[in-house]
């Protein structure tokens, strides 16, 4: 009876101790976009595709600056910079920020790959946090472009 009692001890022990373990597996990206959490930007930087989408289609609504840092379509309105990867498209972003008052309301995004493999926003986004743009939004295309935005109908350039 010892040993059975032992035995269970033991094997409910072991799978106490493991629940945490199972826990910090989550595969990257599932259910949380800042799937890092030593990404240079915080979630308070992500703003949802909708949100963008319900500014765009608000004809009162002031827009922000939008800047498609990607390979990807253009939003409506958004600037193309190119891939913030490439250092001369990332100088000619910094470029296109000269002037540009330091809490004005600014979109990046790429669109084309999830945020764990997309080598242009993390140039771009650190690049607004280094310059002191306080304002500054990435917008959370955490699949792509085109599902999480074209597919949901949302305003293309023309």
Sequence with gaps: MKTVTLTSFIIT????????ALQAQSVPGAGNPSWKTNEPW?????????????ILNNPKAKKP??????????IKGAQN?????????????KTALRGVPKNAAIVVYCGCC???KCP???PAITALNELGYNNAKLLNLAT????DWINKGYPLAK
Excluded at 42 to 54: C, D, G, I, R, V
Excluded at 81 to 93: E, M, T, Y
Excluded at 144 to 147: G, H, L, Q, R, T
């Design 13 to 20: 022990l072991l799978l106490i101790l493991s629940v945490p």
């Design 42 to 54: 915080k979630n308070n930087q992500l703003m949802q595709p909708s949100t963008l989408a319900a």
């Design 65 to 74: 600056l939008i800047f498609n840092i990607g390979v990807v379509e253009n």
């Design 81 to 93: 910079i190119g891939a913030a990867s490439v250092q001369k498209n990332l100088i000619a972003f």
């Design 114 to 116: 999830p945020f764990n």
């Design 120 to 122: 242009n926003i993390r």
């Design 144 to 147: 792509n472009i085109k599902v």
